[in-house]
């Protein structure tokens, strides 16, 4: 997955296509989630073809900490605090019906990488306590362990149009048009394990060049 994951990007940045930034709200079906786990994503995006009405990107997002009512299933025994992210690679084809315009509405769907990780802290061995301790009193060593709690390969549906800001002609290259857009975007996540499957709501930026 890592070698296409490089193989990709060096494709999409060789194509000249463009990247967009986001950010927004990721909820998890199940309601086991308490809230909704803020999500970030960049994206690296191949030229337009078929007459500007498709394009082809690698995404990379990720959930920095995913909240699950202290229910995440662990093997590290009595973990007092757990801290999880999630992470995932795409690959997303886009449809833009109308083609190039002020105004871009586009679905597609594609299919990806995830994985969501644990920083589990928790009590280990007896250990010497540190000078200024009284008598009577244990201490610890604090052991910190990783561990992957959900991986694999899972298909996603998109939608959302492309709000186009500012435009230039690239007279001297291709005459393609050089464009800043704002965007808004909904995401599925589906087959997901952890009880990750859902939706996400994204706003963000992008160019085209």
Known sequence: MTKLTVWTAVLCLACGGGCAVKGGAYQPDSDLY??????????????????????????????????????????????????????????????????????????????????????????????????????????????????????????HAVAGIEIELRRREDEELTGDPRRLFLLVEYRHEFERDQDLDGGLILGGIGASW
């Open 34 to 155: 308490s809230d909704s786990l803020f999500y970030a994503d960049v994206e690296l995006r191949t030229p337009r073809f078929f007459d500007d009405h498709a394009e082809v990107a690698l995404g990379l997002g990720v959930a920095p900490r995913v909240d699950r009512e202290g229910r995440l299933r662990t093997t590290a025994g009595s973990t007092p605090r757990v801290e999880a992210r999630l992470m995932d690679v795409r690959l997303t084809g886009r449809v833009y019906p109308l083609g190039r315009g002020r105004l871009n509405p586009y679905v597609g769907g594609g299919y990806g990488y995830y994985r969501l990780r644990s920083t589990s802290r928790g009590r280990g061995e007896r250990t010497g306590c540190p000078p200024g301790f009284g008598f009577g009193v244990d201490c610890f060593e604090i052991v910190e362990k990783d561990e992957t709690l959900a991986s694999g390969y899972n298909p």
